[in-house]
């Protein structure tokens, strides 16, 4: 059994306990609706791991076409971000204020589907997503 604190926008949270990871993940994608119609940016487990909360991914965890170690694997992180100013990537690309950047280590990757961007995490470019 898990408990864990989901992280919304604007610090609202919400604290979910003593659940199986699958009861957690459905918890999240149907709780969105209830919580100020807003979808939640992270997971943040007693262990201290951090899951960022992937829509599309957690829709394919519940119905079986990828399976818990894959989720974890690719949506876990130290931390969220969201740059304060427009940026040019490592890769080239010009990305807009306030998008949201996934943290491993000092390596942050943005989290877009369409576009693929990295850059070196620093406080004078970014903030906490909360």
């Known amino acids: 059994m898990l408990s864990c604190t989901v992280h919304y926008p604007q610090g609202v949270k919400l604290e979910i306990k003593n659940k199986f990871f699958k009861e957690i993940i459905s918890i999240i994608c149907v709780r969105e609706i209830a ?6 940016l992270k997971l943040v487990f007693d262990s201290g791991k951090t899951l960022y909360c992937d829509k599309q991914a957690f829709e394919c965890y519940l119905s079986g076409e990828i399976n818990q170690q894959w989720l974890v694997q690719n949506t876990e992180c130290d931390q969220l971000y969201r740059n304060k100013f427009e940026l040019q990537s490592i890769e080239g690309a010009i990305i807009d204020p306030g998008a949201l950047w996934k943290a491993k280590g000092d390596k942050l990757t943005l989290v877009d589907d ?6 070196k995490l620093n406080t004078i470019d970014f903030y906490i997503a909360e």
């Open 35 to 40: 919580i100020q119609k807003k979808e939640p």
């Open 114 to 119: 369409d576009c693929y961007a990295t850059f």
